[in-house]
């Protein structure tokens, strides 16, 4: 069956920049996007970026256009977003999932990462 | 602060029914985009629950339903039941700010 599985919780100092890994099993990695969101503590759900898994195609929430990087490895069917000059703002869970803009729902949800930004 | 709109809160008893609205704008769901709920049960990851306004996943009971008009959507959630409990989100695209919106989510208590 379809499963995002992503990287672990990080604690980033403020400034820095982190990196959140998505692996993706039981579909064909080119078949939907990858989409971001985040959640911070006690708050709903906020869209970060999304990204082609066929053609590199991006789009960003334009509070994140300048910080957000997406990258994909299709040999390993893995997306990649960091985020860099983090501040505690930045401090939330970070989902990734399955989506193909517009009007597809985000079908697949991975289980979350917990980014802590902190000095 | 979210682009579309949802109550926050809402709250039933064991079997009864109850709705949860969505209101997004002339540029998403006004627009004729879909509507999308995800249902997030404690501590866990959001997960699809109606697509499309009123279909649902394989696995997601005939108690979930979903409706839109004009600029708003509702999910009807009947035969309340204990692990219904959480937070619901709906979803749609915004042609202005070429995202992915969401409501703000409304916490479902069964009383």
Known sequence: ?119 | QSVQTQSPSVSGAPGQRVTISCTGSDSSIGAGFDVHWYQQLPRAAPKLLIYDTNNRPSGVPDRFSGSRSGTSASLVISGLQADDEGIYYCQSYDISLRAAVFGGGTKLTVL
């Open chain 1, 1 to 119: 069956q379809v499963q995002l599985v992503q990287s672990g919780a990080e604690v980033k100092r403020p400034g820095a920049s982190v990196k959140v890994s998505c692996k993706t099993f039981g579909y064909s990695f080119n078949s939907y996007g990858i989409t971001w969101v985040r959640q911070a503590p006690g708050q709903g759900l906020e869209w970060v970026a999304w990204i082609s898994t066929y053609n590199g195609d991006t789009n960003f929430a334009q509070k994140f256009q300048d910080r957000v990087t997406m990258t994909t490895d299709t040999s390993t069917s893995t997306a990649y977003m960091e985020l860099k000059d983090l501040t505690s703002d930045d401090t939330a869970v970070y989902y990734c999932a399955t989506w193909l803009p517009p009007n597809s729902p985000l079908e697949y949800w991975g289980q979350g990462s917990l980014v802590i930004v902190s000095s």
